[in-house]
């Protein structure tokens, strides 16, 4: 959750400006919270105030968080077919494969008590929206990487779970970076996104490295980020950076309804 949020304010410049290098300041001028962001909190505060066992309170409380945090910051930088779907009374999905699902996802895993409900809560999550398989695809793998992070498995346990249900990590950031590029689908960016963790050394090397590949920056630094704090834990001075940059509202839902997730266990 924080660790989606520090990932999409570091990766922010580097949205639409390809960066081939793990050299760069982490928050420079004009870093700020996006969609990414905005939507992971959305979903926290869905997590918090619905019964996430029943499948239709907790879809139609997230649709209105949705709703409510997206047009309270119009300009964060939604993609089209998610601003319009934003601005609309419109209560279904438009079948999109976009990263968007898998952006937002974390906080399900933090909510749930088990990795099949993590899997579950991820998939009615990614529903409401981007209801295209892939779309649901990429949330799953991202909470089910989480999930296994935060209660405490292996890199290779990690690994296998992806590879054996979700997507093939048959590749190297060194090999795929050179010709890697923005790409918004959930299968051209979750997999590289999974891979930037697993290579990556402690949370701020996750994020570089999902930086480094040159692609949507703060959406895959984002998923990175997501899976790198929930194994690793987030560096104190980088929560105090994040909390710097939320405003006054943004810093209020997130105590409200994004702190008590981490602890349920």
């Known amino acids: 959750m924080l660790g989606a949020i520090i990932g999409d304010v570091i990766g922010s410049l580097y949205e639409f400006k390809s960066h081939k290098t793990k050299n760069f300041e982490l928050f420079a001028r004009g870093s700020r919270l996006t969609d990414d962001s905005l939507m992971t909190v959305a979903v926290a505060c869905a997590c918090s105030s619905s019964d996430i066992s029943d499948e239709a309170?907790?879809?139609?409380?997230?649709?209105?968080?949705?709703?409510?945090?997206?047009?309270?910051?119009?300009?964060?930088?939604?993609?089209?077919?998610?601003?319009?779907?934003?601005?609309?009374?419109?209560?279904?999905?438009?079948?999109?494969?976009?990263?968007?699902?898998?952006?937002?996802?974390?906080?399900?895993?933090?909510?749930?008590?088990?990795?099949?409900?993590?899997?579950?809560?991820?998939?009615?999550?990614?529903?409401?929206?981007?209801?295209?398989?892939?779309?649901?695809?990429?949330?799953?793998?991202v909470a089910a990487a989480v999930f296994l992070a935060r209660t405490g498995k292996s890199k290779n346990v990690i690994r296998d779970y992806i590879e054996g249900n979700y997507y093939k990590l048959d590749f190297t950031l060194d090999e795929i970076r050179p010709d890697y590029s923005f790409d918004v689908t959930c299968q051209g960016s979750v997999p590289q996104a999974i891979q930037c963790f697993l290579e990556g050394t402690d949370f701020e090397d996750a994020v570089r490295n999902a930086v480094s590949l040159g692609g949507d920056g703060d959406t895959q630094a984002a998923m990175a980020g997501a899976i790198a704090e929930a194994y690793y834990g987030v560096p104190q001075q980088l929560k105090e950076k994040a909390f710097e940059l939320m405003d006054t509202r943004i810093k209020a839902y997130y105590e409200k309804y994004v702190e008590p997730l981490y602890g349920e266990k």
Do not use: C, Q
């Open 57 to 141: 309170d907790f879809k139609s409380t997230l649709k209105w968080w949705m709703r409510k945090i997206g047009r309270e910051y119009p300009f964060a930088g939604y993609g089209g077919m998610f601003s319009r779907w934003l601005e609309s009374d419109f209560t279904g999905a438009y079948n999109s494969f976009g990263n968007g699902s898998a952006m937002r996802v974390s906080p399900v895993a933090w909510a749930a008590k088990s990795l099949e409900e993590a899997e579950t809560l991820a998939k009615l999550s990614a529903e409401v929206s981007h209801n295209h398989p892939e779309g649901i695809k990429g949330a799953k793998a």
